[in-house]
């Protein structure tokens, strides 16, 4: 029903910069909220940045301050900046999306980022 698929992700030094990107496609309208979430390796999936129709942002305290989540709703395509990457940030990144549930249940495969020290 509606379809995401990550990109963006790979190497890159601690202090650098990504910015990956989630394109949605399918039945756009009945999404009410998107998310990113990562899993590091032998960890369990968190949730660090979310936003709503309305365009509010929260962010957990891991990255706050350092990443951005960002939507184009024209080009269907959700953002999150990430400024001082650290070695922990180490992770598969994946994209989000819900309707009014309670579980995200619209997954992409998930992008990898790795932050070297």
């Known amino acids: 029903q509606v379809q995401l698929v990550e990109s963006g992700g790979g190497l890159v030094q601690a202090g650098g910069s990504l910015r990956l990107s989630c394109a949605a496609s399918g039945r756009i309208f009945s999404i009410n909220f998107m998310a990113w979430f990562r899993q590091p390796p032998g960890k369990q999936r968190e949730v660090i940045a979310t936003i709503t129709n309305s365009g509010s942002t929260t962010y957990t305290d891991a990255v706050k301050g350092r990443f951005t989540l960002s939507r184009d709703n024209a080009k269907n395509t959700m953002y999150l900046q990430m400024d001082s990457l650290r070695p922990e940030d180490t992770a598969v990144y994946y994209c989000?999306?819900?309707?009014?549930?309670?579980?995200?249940?619209?997954w992409g495969p998930g992008t990898q980022v790795t932050v070297s020290s």
């Open positions: 989000a999306a819900k309707g009014w549930g309670q579980e995200y249940n619209y």
